[in-house]
């Protein structure tokens, strides 16, 4: 039985011990002594939307628009090698796990051009981290591969065949939308795996598609097995239909994923200042009981100069843009849907040196240890090490 000793957690006051066995948290009590807090516990980040393979390829650029956005990653990563992306990979991979994640999405360019050259990179870079870092990976139709194509649909097709779990696409860049999305839904069927789909990354209500991804969902029998990332356009919708479409949509089982840095940094840019923030209701979806989650998404490449890869800081921003206040919903948001740490969990368990979750997301610091399955298997500034020798934080127990 191993122990950490004296840490607070997200949804109680005070301080606490935490005792391990095997893989599981098996106790939480009160602290045996009165040491304040000097760690603060709560599960492991999980990113649920990232682009591994453009990552750092771009760090300088500022993209004038979406469009534009679009347009440079469409001409700069026919060039990329294997191992270009490889190393990309990896290194947002490694930074993650300094970060405190334990699981990342990462949505992987799949055309005519890139081939599987972007697959066989992530997937080579995944089996570096594979004791730290759980990684799915999702065969992505970029803006060049329009899932109506036969060719399209051989690629999804390959893609899983080489470890792909998911597939997904961006049907408002195809030559037919709704077409698109149909095709999608149906090769996510086809093929037996689930659906992440890139939708409605506007503010134009008219052209919303959502409506059809949550009938297409139902009638394919598809529920708990899609995803929509973005959603921009929910924002620009009454709130009427808001409603109606999110209780539709938590009815589906399907999930919303929410871009906090990228939509906000995007939408409606480059004409003067925004006007609308861009991001899906979060507070209005999860009262309606859709499982909505956080993804830092693209990280310094053609579509966003900033970011490394660091949920807490996706987080901070979320919370500040989406209003999201209650400490275990935004832990929700960030953790994969965990709400806090419970007796029973796998042992996935993020220590900060913070003595709340608010204390944590107004400094964002460094030093963090991530554990999994009840092992220390990533730390920055050498706190692994601190961590597992230190006295009164981690002991060996009979």
């Given at each position: ?8 957690l ?10 391990l066995?095997?893989d ?8 045996a002594?009165?040491t304040?807090?000097?760690?603060l ?10 682009h ?6 771009a ?24 191992e ?6 990896t ?8 970060h ?6 990462t949505h992987t360019?799949i ?13 080579a ?10 990684v ?12 109506c194509?036969p060719?399209?649909q051989a690629?999804f ?5 080489r ?11 195809c ?19 689930p ?6 990354e ?10 059809q991804l ?10 708990g ?35 906090p840095?990228?939509?906000?940094y ?15 209701p979060?507070?209005?979806?999860l ?7 956080f993804g ?5 490449d053609w579509?966003?100069?900033?970011g490394?890869?660091?949920m ?20 929700s948001l960030?953790?994969g ?28 610091p ?6 999994r399955?009840?092992c ?11 961590i ?7 002991d060996?127990?009979?």
């Amino acid at each position: 039985m191993r122990v950490i000793r004296s840490v607070a957690l997200i949804d109680r006051a005070g301080s606490f011990d935490l005792a391990l066995g095997g893989d599981r948290v098996r106790a939480i009590s009160a602290a045996a002594d009165a040491t304040p807090p000097r760690w603060l516990a709560m599960p492991s980040l999980v990113n649920l939307h990232a682009h591994a393979n453009r990552a750092y390829a771009a760090p300088a650029q500022r993209p004038l628009s979406l469009g534009d956005a679009v347009a440079s990653a469409k001409r700069e990563r026919a060039s990329a090698t294997v191992e270009d992306i490889q190393s990309r990979a990896t290194r947002l991979m490694r930074r993650s796990i300094a970060h405190g994640v334990s699981s990342v999405r990462t949505h992987t360019d799949i055309d005519a051009i890139t081939g599987m050259r972007a697959i066989e990179g992530v997937l080579a870079a995944a089996s570096e981290v594979a004791s730290s870092l759980d990684v799915e990976v999702v065969a992505f139709a970029s803006a060049a591969a329009d899932p109506c194509h036969p060719g399209t649909q051989a690629l999804f097709a390959e893609a899983v065949g080489r470890g792909a779990s998911l597939i997904g696409a961006v049907p408002a860049l195809c030559a037919n939308p709704a077409a698109a999305l149909e095709a999608l839904l149906d090769a996510a069927l086809a093929l037996g795996v689930p659906l992440d789909v890139h939708l409605d990354e506007h503010l134009d209500a008219p052209k919303a598609l959502i409506h059809q991804l949550v009938d297409g969902t139902v009638a394919r029998g598809l529920q708990g097995r899609v995803t929509v990332s973005h959603a921009c356009v929910l924002s620009a919708m009454s709130r009427d239909d808001v409603r109606r479409l999110l209780d539709r949509m938590a009815e589906a089982c399907i999930v919303l994923v929410v871009l906090p840095e990228l939509n906000l940094y995007l939408q409606a840019r480059g004409n003067g200042a925004p006007r609308v923030r861009g991001l899906a209701p979060v507070v209005e979806a999860l009262k309606a009981g859709v499982a909505v989650r956080f993804g830092t998404d693209n990280v310094r490449d053609w579509f966003f100069p900033f970011g490394d890869g660091d949920m807490l800081e996706t987080g901070f921003v979320g919370a500040m843009a989406a209003h999201v206040d209650a400490p275990e919903e935004l832990s929700s948001l960030i953790c994969g849907g965990r709400r806090r740490i419970e007796v029973g969990d796998v042992a996935d368990l993020l220590l900060i040196p913070a003595s709340s979750l608010d204390d944590a997301l107004a400094r964002r610091p460094g030093g963090r240890v991530l554990l999994r399955r009840g092992c220390v298997v990533g730390a920055a500034g050498g706190a692994g090490a601190a961590i597992s020798g230190q006295a009164g934080l981690v002991d060996a127990a009979d």
